[in-house]
C-alpha cells in the first residue's frame, strides 16, 4: 500500500481512533481517493474493497495523494457525524454562511451541472457534496489561499484552524478545544 495512508495515521491519530482502514489501488478510478463509510457495499461494477470489512476505509487511487487528503475526505464524510467535536464545527460552520457564500454554493452546483453531468436537486448535491466540499476547501489545503480568503470570513477560518489542531492532537487530549 501507498504509505500515504500510514503517513495520515501518524500525523492524524483521529484516523486511528476511529478504526478507519486504507488501501492503495493505482488509478483504478478518476480522482485521489474514495471514502468508504461501513456498511457502503459500492455499485455492482465498484464494490467495496473486501479488506475494509465493515470498517471505515478510504481507497487511494494516486500516488500523490497527500495524508491531509485522506484526512479531509474522511472528516467530511465520516467524522461530521461520528465524532461530537468534529460535527459541532461542522454544524457551526453551515450556520455561519454568508448570503454570498450561499450564493457560491449554487454556483458550484450549477458548475457541476453543466461541467459534470449532476443531476441530484440542489438539496441533495449541497447535503452529500457541496456542504462537504466547501468544508474541506480552506481546512485541508484544497482551494488556493487566495481563493481562501474570499471565500470564507476570518472568523469561520479560525474556527477551522482551532479544528484541525484536534484532529492532530493524540487520543485522550480534547479537552482544550
Do not use: C
Not at 46 to 67: A, H, L, M, Q
Not at 73 to 99: A, G, N, R
Not at 148 to 171: C, I, V
Amino acid at each position: 500500500m501507498s504509505d500515504v495512508f500510514n503517513q495520515a495515521l501518524k500525523e492524524y491519530p483521529i484516523l486511528g481512533r476511529y478504526g478507519v482502514k486504507g488501501k492503495y489501488s493505482p488509478n483504478a478510478r478518476e480522482g485521489y481517493l474514495e471514502f468508504w463509510p461501513p456498511g457502503e457495499s459500492g455499485p455492482p461494477d465498484y464494490p467495496r474493497p473486501e479488506e475494509f470489512g465493515n470498517s471505515p476505509g478510504v481507497e487511494i487511487y494516486k500516488e500523490d495523494t497527500k495524508p491531509i487528503d485522506v484526512l479531509g475526505d474522511v472528516t467530511s464524510h465520516w467524522l461530521i457525524e461520528q465524532d461530537p467535536i468534529v460535527s459541532k464545527y461542522y454544524d457551526d460552520f453551515k450556520q455561519s454562511l454568508t448570503p454570498d457564500q450561499r450564493q457560491r454554493l449554487k454556483g458550484q452546483y450549477s458548475y457541476a451541472q453543466q461541467n459534470f453531468d449532476e443531476t441530484r436537486p440542489y438539496e441533495q448535491w449541497e447535503s452529500m457534496s457541496g456542504m462537504p466540499g466547501y468544508f474541506r476547501g480552506y481546512p485541508f489545503k484544497q482551494w488556493p489561499d487566495e481563493f481562501n480568503q474570499k471565500a470564507y470570513t476570518p472568523e469561520q477560518r479560525s474556527e477551522l484552524d482551532r479544528m484541525m489542531g484536534y484532529l492532530a492532537t493524540s487520543p485522550g487530549t480534547e479537552g482544550s478545544f
